[in-house]
């Protein structure tokens, strides 16, 4: 693996409360770099701290490789920052709070806000807060992203614990080369 190869830039997008920030400090190998802010709109109904510009991991394979992990905003009046973002990214993970008020609405709208990136990067979703949604079926998910005749690997993860996360990452890199 020459050395532009051995770092490579993921993105993690989605809703606001998915767990994007909490992913982030979960795998990364390094003190994060996070532009949190306090919430001064309707989000903080939700939640205390948004982030406003981007979150910063790296994580380490085996092999040596750095994996650069930018986490996007997800207020959309932040949205100017997930193109510049995604410059240079080799994949997204995309994370759906199960909580949030439709949550397949949410999903299609960062498909339709990703539309560009998705057609050239990698994808994975992962469904976080899963365990706080008691009507939750992870089928209707799978219906939702086969309507847009795409093959996405979807998993229900809890953004607090490494292991599960460190599987979107292995899977999504798994999409990007098979040989990483």
Do not use: C
Request: proline residues 3%; charged residues 25%.
């Amino acid at each position: 693996m020459n050395e532009a190869e051995s770092h490579l830039k993921i993105i993690v997008a989605g809703s606001v409360g998915a767990g994007k920030t909490t992913s982030i400090s979960a795998i990364s190998d390094v003190a994060v770099v996070s532009t949190e802010e306090e919430t001064t709109d309707e989000i903080h109904l939700l939640k205390d701290l948004t982030t406003v510009a981007m979150d910063y991991g790296q994580m380490h394979l085996d092999d040596g490789t750095k994996i650069h992990v930018y986490g996007a905003p997800g207020q959309r009046r932040f949205d100017f920052m997930w193109e510049i973002l995604s410059d240079g990214a080799l994949g997204v993970i995309l994370l759906i709070d199960d909580t949030a008020e439709n949550p397949l609405n949410e999903l299609a709208s960062y498909f339709d806000a990703f539309s560009q990136q998705l057609n050239s990067h990698a994808l994975v979703v992962g469904i976080t807060r899963t365990d706080l949604n008691p009507d939750h079926n992870i089928n209707d998910y799978r219906k939702f992203i086969s309507s847009y005749d795409r093959t996405i690997p979807l998993f229900s993860i809890d953004s607090r614990k490494k292991d599960e996360v460190k599987k979107l990452v292995r899977t999504l890199l798994y999409r990007i080369d098979p040989w990483l």
